[in-house]
């Protein structure tokens, strides 16, 4: 009996109609749909965008649950769920791991992909690239990230001005992911950094819920938003 195959999907910012042919395909045929979740949260985000793609009837559905503030907790998980996979896998069962966004751009798909990588090389894995929020964000405010020789910085997240600082001293745009506290008090020091006016901040790209701000004087601690970021374009 062969190995079944693990697929690692993209399936996009939060509009279903973002999914590639390639990814609404796969969801269909696999027998197993993984999807990670946060402790905190009642629900997942990437399955909410999938669901239209899934049948439960005949498609098992796997919850891996993650702390998000406990590092060495996650991990755990991450390589728990690998052997499950990997378990799954040998028996030739095909498996589909959903993540939001794009595979390989700060998903949790990584933590699978390198435990399963490490302990099972002979594993079959193919990713299936999505639309990452970055581009999305982009596109609903009409702004391109760079264009001829230009540089674009992906952040994580920053800690204060001089973060923000020495992203802005070598790069021509910097997209700045996870916006919270730290970062609207950042945010104050544009101005002494020459670059008032030259933020945008995007929630929720491609989704009923999407706002797009241009004044970031107008933002508050309530308007902030895990599936949130700010575009800074110099």
């Known amino acids: 009996m062969s190995n079944g195959t693990l697929y690692g999907v993209g399936v996009g910012p939060g509009d279903p109609e973002l999914l590639t042919i390639k990814a609404q395909r796969v969801l269909k045929s696999v027998s197993v749909i993984c999807m990670p979740q946060s402790e905190t949260s009642s629900e997942s985000f990437a399955y ?3 669901k239209g793609f899934i049948d439960e009837t005949r498609q098992e559905i796997m919850r891996v649950q993650f702390p998000t503030d406990d590092e060495s907790g996650a991990l755990s998980a991450w390589v728990g769920a690998a052997e499950q996979i990997a378990g799954m896998l040998q028996m030739g069962t095909d498996v589909a791991f959903i993540t939001e966004g794009d595979p390989m751009l700060y998903s949790t798909f990584s933590y699978v992909l390198e435990s399963l990588k490490s302990n099972h090389p002979d ?3 193919e990713i299936i690239p999505g639309v990452s929020s970055v581009m999305a964000a982009a596109a609903s405010a009409s702004v391109p990230l ?3 020789g230009q540089r674009l910085a992906i952040l994580p997240a920053v ?7 020495e992203a802005i001293a070598n790069y021509d745009t910097i997209v700045l ?8 008090q950042a945010l104050a020091n544009l101005e002494q950094l020459g670059l008032a006016g ?3 901040y ?12 241009r004044d970031l004087n107008q933002l508050s601690d309530e308007d902030l938003d895990y599936f949130s970021l700010l575009i800074i374009r110099k």
């Open 177 to 184: 992911m996870k916006v919270n506290r730290t970062l609207i």
């Open 159 to 165: 800690y204060g001005i001089d973060d923000l600082s």
């Open 48 to 50: 909410t965008i999938a």
């Open 198 to 200: 030259k933020g945008i």
């Open 123 to 125: 594993l079959t894995i």
């Open 202 to 213: 995007v929630r929720r790209a491609s989704t009923s819920r999407e706002e797009v701000v």
């Open 146 to 148: 760079v264009t001829h």
